[in-house]
């Protein structure tokens, strides 16, 4: 019987696997999301205030972002049909990104500045090891694919950008021509994880629907338009400048237009019925609009304190936090974990699409999003728990999927 390993591309006896470098980082990922839910639950039951700020540094620098890394060398790796960076290289990401991670989380509640400081000199360390590895999957392969690389490029540029912000607010630095948290917020979620999202989708989202990118020309302009609206609202909101903060909302919207052409005709294209996760993150993008045209309208009629601290927060926090990067990371995960399953064990097939149980666990997600999103408007106050009840009940059907493709996954392997 032919042995399984012959079914597969030969990789370097010096790097894993393109599915083993995935579940690396993806078991770490998902390890600091749970770290992330522990800390949100602890502040819900009326813990210390700094742990509101923990759970969003875990869930988001030591969660999603380490997801990110994996997927976008996943990614690129499968893009440019080369090997994956060294086992070295992987296990020095791993360890200079969660060490940064873990010092920051333990410096910023307690005060100690010399601790943050150094957290943040490992994530810019692993970031750049990060970019080391795609440039050396790009010099590696022997295709010219530049789009393979470029977004995560950017994103991680914007990261370090947000970093070294973010260790300015830890620091208590006085700042006085306008708002470094909305910067910071701009480079992190906008220019890292959004840029990261947005890259990835064009080569993504039709691998989900069994379609190719119609409008791969579109692709530069996207790129352009998304960049240049990240620098205009983390450079509006460091210098106070509403007018430059609303063009880089309609900056971004425009870049999520040209995006949406090439989803929707990958939808019209599909001639299979959409898997669960194709669905999630179609619907995601959704919110991606919704959540901008509220930025974009409610700078110009209130101006950016109203996006950043004031009413208008709180509904752009669950369009574009829980609608649009969450929906994102749900579908992301449960694909790249069957596929991480499907190599693992051959006998597994992927999951096949259920048309009715798909299509109304999605559509509980996004009216549950979008009531949580209007619950904030005056006058929908009442909306807001049966939209908390609907969440509390999709998040725990999607962490009975995703679970359990975790534990298959990830977990060692009896040699």
Known sequence: MTDRRCRRRAVSPNSPRPSQLLALFFAVGLTMLVFGGAAAIADALGGPRWLHWLSL???????VSQLVLGAGQFFACAFLATDPPSRRLVAAQLATWNAGTALVAIGVPA????????????????????????????????????WA????????????????VGALLAAGTSWTHGSLLGAHLALNLGGWLGMAIVGTLHT???????????????????FGLWLGGVAAIALGAAFGSDAVIAIGWLALLGAAGLLGINL?????????PLTLPARLIGLAQCFLGAGLTLAFVATLSEGSAA????????A???????????????????????????????????????P??????????????????????????????PAAILLLLVTALLAARILPLAWRGLRPVRR
Do not use: K
């Not at 929707?264 to 299979?272: N, V």
């Not at 798909?358 to 106050?381: E, F, K, Q, R, T």
């Open 149 to 164: 690389v470029r977004w995560y490029l950017a994103c991680a540029a914007c990261l370090a950008a947000g970093a070294l």
């Open 356 to 385: 009715l149980p798909d299509s109304a666990l999605a559509g509980a997600a996004g009216l549950g999003i979008a009531g949580a999103a209007l619950s904030h408007a005056p006058g929908l106050n009442a909306l807001g728990t």
């Open 307 to 314: 996006v950043f601290a004031g009413s208008s927060r709180a």
């Open 204 to 222: 993504f989202f039709p691998s989900l629907t069994h379609t190719r990118l119609r409008f791969a020309r579109l692709q530069s302009p996207t």
């Open 316 to 354: 752009l926090a669950a369009l574009i936090a829980g609608g649009w990067i969450g929906l994102t990371v749900a579908g992301s995960l449960l694909h790249l974990l069957s596929v991480v399953v499907r190599v693992r064990h051959f006998s597994r097939a992927m999951p096949s699409p259920r």
């Open 111 to 146: 005060e100690l500045h010399g601790l943050v400081d150094a957290g943040v000199v490992l994530v810019l360390a692993g970031l750049l090891l990060f970019a080391y590895a795609l440039r050396g999957m790009q010099r590696g392969s022997l295709q010219r694919a530049p």
């Open 264 to 272: 929707i005709t990958s939808l019209r294209g599909a001639d299979t």
């Open 57 to 63: 540094h875990l869930a988001l620098l030591g969660g």
